[in-house]
Nanobody, 117 residues
Framework: QVQLVESGGGLVQPGGSLRLSCAAS????????MGWYRQGPGKERELVAT???????NYADSVKGRFSISRDNAKNTVDLQMHSLKPEDTAVYYC???????????WGQGTQVTVSP
């Protein structure tokens, strides 16, 4: 079965940095798109950043210039480097992957990021 395992969440102060990592395993099919969504307290789930196998990226406006997504297609891993973190970034961050050719979506269990003084 497909698994997406996240790591790197934690508690940081405003202005700090954090790096999230996700590793996908369990499928012989390739990943078309891989990245991160988040859901903050009292908020709906939103896209943070994704990256396709061809290298196209998509960032939420709120994180542009602060977050950077990187992907290793051979290892089926994706990282999210977060800088200048704000309290508004506090959320559960979920790894996301869409596989080819069936177009199935998979989600990690989530990792908590808390930005607080």
């Amino acid at each position: 079965q497909v698994q997406l395992v996240e790591s790197g969440g934690g508690l940081v102060q405003p202005g700090g940095s954090l790096r999230l990592s996700c590793a996908a395993s369990g499928s012989r099919f390739s990943i078309y798109s891989m990245g991160w969504y988040r859901q903050g307290p009292g908020k709906e789930r939103e896209l943070v950043a994704t990256k396709t196998n061809a290298g196209r990226t998509n960032y939420a406006d709120s994180v542009k210039g602060r977050f950077s997504i990187s992907r290793d297609n051979a290892k089926n891993t994706v990282d999210l480097q977060m800088h200048s973190l704000k309290p508004e970034d506090t959320a559960v961050y979920y790894c996301y992957a869409r596989f080819n050719p069936v177009g199935a979506d998979y989600w990690g269990q989530g990792t908590q990021v808390t930005v607080s003084p």
